[in-house]
């Protein structure tokens, strides 16, 4: 349990099958949980109700986790061996008190974990996270910064280093130097989140709302990350319309590498997991155009000489490169939803004709983000080559 999100820190104490099923999928935690729920002894069902609660927590439904965390409550009060869960059944009260809007409340029972000496410092820190983002989101980020400041007496990491950047940006704007933007591949996917929505209130108010959509939509993913519309009103009136629908024209197509990795077809950002080897074979096929499956496949992925494993059997590697490629070129026609944009005849790799496709790594000023390289998990020669052009790339 953390103080500023629900991330997946599961309670201790869960069964193992229970564990296992959280880490698959939310879904099948839950399941699982409420299977356990009707077995087990008392601290047990109290653990199996608190993460619950924080799944539910997790994708914004409130009731439910309320409902859970009153079960929870209830047995942590009755039974001496769940007596230890309160003050974090506590803190997910003040989680789910602030996603109601309830800050006072929120702050509260942030505070009771606060005074309780017995208190661990991982949980402390917690609590005082809680309250200084109960705080910074009613409208006092000052007096947010003095617990976030505690806080740092007690814990230290991405969550600590986002709420205080999020804090400062409310206090005092004028005084943060880095780029938040600059801080976005370093974080989990909740903390990315919960930043998005003020980097899309910044690309609003600089009216780049093509920019700001990418941000909504990365925002839009965690539903725990959207109380933060209540600091960001151009993001969260932005966030409300209705995305563009296409026209009977089909939409140009930029491949993003630099930042955020995915595809932005007009204003919808799509995202691309992984180490971005669909998106480099775009890229080369923007640059160079139609290319044949192997050199394809070889320019991208192929390892350089001196791997031993790749020299021993190269027609083998070869095949593998190949349906490693198609598979890439698979995941590029299910995400766009169009089986036609990149075409394979006889062995000839080509994007369609009938849409504009652009990259923001072909571009003469690009660049990558400070300290990182581009797309630094392929191996292939044209990715090296490309990513020490861009490494030596003049800065700004």
Known sequence: MTGLDVHRTLPIGLPDDVI????????????????????????????????????????????????????AEAISRSQRLARSLRLDIALTFSLLARQEGQFT????????????????????????LASATAQRLAGDALAAIQDVHTAAGFIAGEELETA???????????????????RMPELSAPLRA????????????????????????MALRDPASWEERRLTPLAAAYAAKPVPTTSSEKAAIKVLTLGPQGLLIRERFVPVPGDGAPLAILALLIQRGACHLPDLASLI???????????????????????????????????LADP?????????????????????????????????????????????????????????
């Not at 652009?358 to 581009?374: I, K, Q, V």
């Open 164 to 182: 205080r950047l999020l804090t400062w940006l409310a206090a005092r704007p004028q005084e943060v130097d880095e780029a938040p933007a600059a």
């Open 301 to 335: 992925l192929e390892p350089e000489p001196n791997d031993l494993s790749a020299a021993q059997d190269p027609q083998q590697l070869a095949h593998r490169l190949s349906m490693q490629v198609r598979r890439h070129l698979n995941t590029i026609r299910r995400l």
């Open 20 to 71: 296992a099923a959280f880490t698959s999928e939310e879904w099948a935690g839950r399941t699982c949980a409420l299977v356990a729920l009707k077995l087990g002894p008392a601290r047990q069902r109290a653990t199996l109700h608190l993460a619950l609660a924080q799944s539910f927590l997790r994708t914004g439904e409130r009731k439910y986790a309320r409902d859970h965390l009153i079960q």
């Open 340 to 396: 036609e944009c990149v075409q394979t005849v006889r062995g000839i790799v080509d994007l369609s004709s009938d849409r504009k496709w652009t990259c923001d790594a072909l571009t003469p000023d690009a660049r990558p983000l400070p300290g990182r390289a581009w797309l630094p998990h392929l191996p292939g020669s044209w990715v090296s080559e490309q990513r020490q052009r861009l490494a030596s790339s003049p800065g700004p």
């Open 105 to 128: 409340e929120a702050i509260n029972y942030a505070r009771q974990v606060q005074r309780c000496r017995a208190c661990g410092a991982a949980l402390l820190g917690a609590a005082y």
């Open 194 to 217: 919960r930043l998005a929505w003020t980097l899309a209130e910044q690309a609003l108010a600089g009216n780049q709302p093509v920019v700001a959509r990418t941000w909504i939509d």
